[in-house]
């Protein structure tokens, strides 16, 4: 991949702790990675609560919370996931993320460094 690595490893670490703090007690969370093309595609997956389709998009808004619950549990203040997102588009990426009932997964796709041919 190209870019900042600091800034690439603090994508990873928000996500990383979020589908931690998030998980299901004893629950698994679980990453993949892959190369599609002149992409880098990681999915961050974890059991828990599914986060309702119309809240998807505003996960990564600034210091939004989806309850009163998840917000006590974890003592955060909403940025983490806005953070990436700013750090992963300023890179030429995407992230979004997927609920399905049992499983939240995040999806996250950065360029890879380009070659001389």
Sequence with gaps: MRGDPD????VF????RNAVNYSSPGGRVDIEARRSGT???VAIRNEGLEIPEQELS???QKFYRLD????????????GLAIAREIVERHGGTIRAESNGKYTSFLIRLPLALTAA
């Design 7 to 10: 800034k690439l490893a603090r």
């Design 39 to 41: 992409w880098a595609e």
């Design 68 to 79: 009163q619950a998840r917000s006590t549990r974890t003592g955060g203040a909403g940025l």
């Design 13 to 16: 670490d928000n996500v990383l």
């Design 58 to 60: 505003n996960i990564f």
